[in-house]
């Protein structure tokens, strides 16, 4: 009978030895391009600053500034809902944003996308699918880096 056994240890499971998978994100060639960074899924909201370095994919709710402190890239995911102003250095657009966009190098409004505010960056690419509202102004690089650095450098209001 079962009941009269010792009872049985339980060995804790060996860590796995396979690497866990990394965010990938489209390089327009069809071919992934393997990520790492930060992520704010679905369900996380956020009222104020959002600042991050490399890599940050919001799927979630922010209300507020989205600044990258060193050139970072920026996904918008499909469910995502921003409200406030992104600086970065480049930027993909998959969900809604009611803000401005200053992208230091690249600004990507993704088919299914809203964006209710201006942009300026030195390469928009608009999908045909995309909504965008506001005005574009294509700049320099050069002249994007600096505006950015001395938005920056501005002490908030």
């Known amino acids: 009978m079962q ?9 804790p499971a060996a860590p796995s030895l396979v690497p866990t998978p990394q965010a990938t994100a489209s390089n327009g060639n069809n071919a992934p391009a393997v990520r790492s960074g930060a992520v704010l ?26 600044d990258s402190t060193s050139g970072g890239r920026l996904t918008i995911g499909e469910h995502a809902e921003i409200k406030g102003e992104i600086r970065t250095k480049s930027v993909t657009v998959h969900g809604t944003v009611e803000g401005d966009i200053i992208a230091e190098e690249r600004c990507e409004l993704r088919a299914g996308c809203t964006l209710r505010g201006d942009i300026e960056a030195p390469r928009l690419v608009v999908d ?12 320099s690089p050069k002249k994007a880096a600096e505006m950015a650095a ?3 450098e501005s002490p908030a209001a």
């Not at 009269?4 to 060995?11: D, G, L």
């Not at 045909?128 to 700049?139: N, P």
């Open 3 to 11: 009941m009269f056994n010792p009872p049985r240890r339980v060995e």
């Open 41 to 66: 899924s679905s369900g996380v909201s956020i009222k104020g600053s959002v600042k991050f370095g490399s890599d940050l994919v919001i799927d979630g709710y922010v209300e507020g500034s989205i």
């Open 128 to 139: 045909e699918e995309a909504t965008f509202l506001g005005s574009a102004k294509i700049s």
């Open 150 to 152: 001395a938005a920056s």
